[in-house]
């Protein structure tokens, strides 16, 4: 039997036609799209509970304090951690053997000649 060519035909060809590409395109572009994931929380809280909590840093340790020279004219010298570093002499206390040292993280330290560094945890 020949195919006939009838209006009724000639209509549904171009619509077969055009639901196959939808159903074709459709798919493939919400294929790509981010999960819904955790559905009531906004971006940026989400973003915050996904990111790791930091404990804080502890404090740097003060640096060792290993000498004092002071002179009859001119800046007394310390020793830091090995390193002699002019000091200015409101620092330093000979009586008492210490001097006000600022550690690496800007921490003011009052240390005496000789003592042992602190216990770091």
């Not at 010298?77 to 090995?82: A, S």
């Not at 000979?94 to 240390?111: E, F, K, N, Q």
């Amino acid at each position: 039997m020949p195919f006939k060519s009838t209006r009724r035909g000639a209509v549904l060809l171009p619509l077969l036609v055009l639901s196959s590409l939808l159903l074709a395109i459709v798919p493939a572009r919400y294929g790509y799209a981010e999960p819904l994931g955790r559905l009531f929380f906004t971006p940026a809280e989400r973003h915050r509970i996904d990111r790791p909590v930091r404990s804080p840093e502890p404090p740097a340790p003060p640096p060792r304090l290993d000498g004092i020279v002071t002179r009859s004219a001119g800046r007394p010298t310390v020793f830091l951690d090995g390193e002699a570093i002019p000091a200015d002499a409101r620092q330093i206390r000979i009586d008492t053997a210490t001097a006000r040292v600022t550690g690496p993280d800007g921490r003011s330290h009052r240390l005496r000649v000789g003592d042992p560094p602190p216990d770091t945890p």
